[in-house]
């Protein structure tokens, strides 16, 4: 066993995706534009800082999302909200390389984050931060009183002074014949490799019907020529791509705070009842059964008519909402909370799957071709050891299939993550994942306080931000850390000195 420890101040990312990168990206531009207002390095002598990265995958960058390589999955929001410095960065990228911004290849993206990594590293550099990438899967944390002990799978032990924790979420095994999947059951990670298995298939099903799913019938439907079935419970589609108007919260605001859940859920209620008015009859709101329960109710044929003809979408009224939510939510007392999570959550998690995307339009052609259908209604999915197929249960009928693709999506509560459910010094959030300060993205710890020395991006903020698949989020979350971490150091009397650039 290998203990690494030095006279540098260390930071320690584990997981090496697009919110590590841009983190990275963000930290390097604010550095070096301190350097230049102040003629020097924010962060001190040579070597005065380390950054680390821990990724358990070949390389840093891709993440789950971006490590595919072929030109048949596409990225699904649109280009000029995925930059990583600011909103537009990617599509001035693409710009530059007189790339067409219509349907973008994952792999270029990665190609993109590959460049802003190797940028960053050079610029942190110059300020005397040296950035160690290193390839193991950590399974561990110990928090001590200089910091934390962070263990792999290499029986390595990392020491670090601060920690950013950037794992992504873990994906879900919603029926039991999935918690031991065979070779047939695939994800979107190892699909690609798997093609030319599935080449002459009739019949591939795909487990869920929203973001991935997409992705792999679009995969699918390019690389085999099976009849695809996208089967869920619900059976619910995203909205296709329309042209929201800016939105801005009607009932809900930060000046709410002190409400109480049943205040908050009518004020919720009336805001969605708004938004699904708007803009065509902004004065008129429905009236009815609650929107929020017939949002996680509704089914195939309503959604999808829905999904057709939504031209504002409640992603505006989501991303409104996020900030208020956390202070909202916070004063509710402890039996309100489980309320929330028991009666609210389900809703907004289908709030959450309302967002428009870029692919859902070409999948509405399949549909329309009936190269690709949806069966809602599924009950269960069982597995024969005998005959070595899959079969997926409904209330009145089966369906076979030798491969199943589960996109099932990713679980949110911590105690379901593989690496948080085994680290104390964190506060889960009922609403799934950890705690964080929306500000500056720390975790707050066990007294209810963000904590300096460790921070959180990406899908394990879920309970605070409740949309965390979207590149844009992680960019803006990354952006906060960045700028946190950065007046940190320029504020501790332990930074490592001299404060000048060497
Ligand atoms: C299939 C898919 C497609 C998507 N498409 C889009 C899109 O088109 N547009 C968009 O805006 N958003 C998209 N998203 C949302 C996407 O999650 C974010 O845009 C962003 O990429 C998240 O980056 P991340 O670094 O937070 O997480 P991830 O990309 O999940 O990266 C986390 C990294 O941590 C590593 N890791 C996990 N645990 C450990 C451990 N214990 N030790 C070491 N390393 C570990 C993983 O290997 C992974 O590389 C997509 C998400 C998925 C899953």
């Not at 979420?169 to 999947?181: A, M, V, W």
Request: charged share 20%; net charge neutral.
């Amino acid at each position: 066993m290998s203990a690494h420890n030095s006279d540098a101040k260390n930071i320690t990312v584990v997981g090496g995706g697009a919110s590590a990168v841009s983190l990275l990206a963000n930290l390097a531009d604010l550095t070096s534009g301190q350097a230049e207002s102040c003629q020097r390095s924010p962060l001190g002598k040579a070597g005065g800082y380390t950054v680390r990265i821990i990724e358990m995958a070949h390389c840093v960058g891709p993440g789950r999302a971006y490590r595919h390589r072929s030109d048949e999955l596409s990225l699904n929001t649109d280009a000029d909200t995925m930059g990583i410095r600011s909103k537009q960065e990617f599509s001035n990228w693409l710009r530059e390389k007189n790339i067409a911004q219509g349907s973008i290849p994952r792999s270029l993206f990665a190609q993109y984050l590959r460049q802003k990594l190797e940028h960053a590293i050079a610029q942190l550099a110059l300020s005397g931060v040296h950035v160690e990438l290193v390839r193991a899967e950590v399974r561990d944390i110990e928090r001590h009183l200089a910091g934390y002990a962070i263990r792999t799978d290499r029986q390595e032990i990392f020491q670090s002074d601060l920690l950013v924790l950037a794992s992504g979420g873990s994906y879900g095994t919603p029926y039991e014949s999935l918690s031991h999947p065979q070779e047939q059951c695939l994800t979107l990670d190892n699909l690609e490799d798997a093609a030319p298995l599935l080449q002459n298939e009739a019949e591939i099903v795909v487990l869920g019907t929203s973001q991935s799913a997409i992705d792999a019938a679009l995969f699918l439907s390019r690389t085999t020529s099976a009849r695809i079935t996208l089967a869920s419970r619900w059976g619910g589609l995203p909205l296709t791509k329309g042209k929201p108007k800016a939105y801005i919260n009607q009932r809900l605001n930060a000046t709410h705070c002190p409400l109480t859940l049943q205040e908050f859920m009518r004020l919720l209620e009336e805001e969605l009842q708004c938004a699904e008015a708007y803009p065509s009859q902004p004065h008129h709101i429905p009236r009815g059964a609650s929107l929020l329960t017939s949002i996680s109710s509704r089914s195939f044929n309503e959604s999808i008519q829905e999904a057709r003809i939504f031209r504002l979408g409640w992603q505006a009224v989501m991303n409104n909402l996020t900030p208020q939510l956390q202070a909202i939510y916070e004063r509710f007392t402890p039996e309100e909370k489980l309320q929330f999570a028991d009666t609210c959550l389900p809703s907004l998690r289908r709030l959450r799957g309302a967002i428009p995307l870029q692919n859902a339009e070409r999948l509405f052609r399949l549909l329309d071709h009936q190269r690709v259908r949806v069966l809602p209604g599924v009950r269960d999915v069982r597995y024969s050891a005998r005959t070595g197929y899959y079969s997926l249960v409904f209330d009145a009928s089966m369906l076979e299939s030798k491969f199943i693709v589960n996109t099932t999506g990713l679980v949110y509560k911590a105690q379901a993550h593989p690496l948080l459910k085994r680290l104390p010094f964190i506060r889960t959030n009922l609403l799934g994942g950890v705690s964080v300060d929306v500000h500056t993205m720390r975790v707050i710890d066990g007294l209810g306080k963000p904590d300096p020395t460790c921070y959180c991006l990406g899908a394990n903020t879920y309970g605070d931000f409740i949309i965390t698949n979207s590149m844009e989020i992680c960019a803006r979350q990354a952006r906060s850390a960045a700028a946190s971490i950065l007046q940190m150091f320029l504020t501790d009397p332990l930074s490592p000195s001299p404060r000048a650039a060497s």
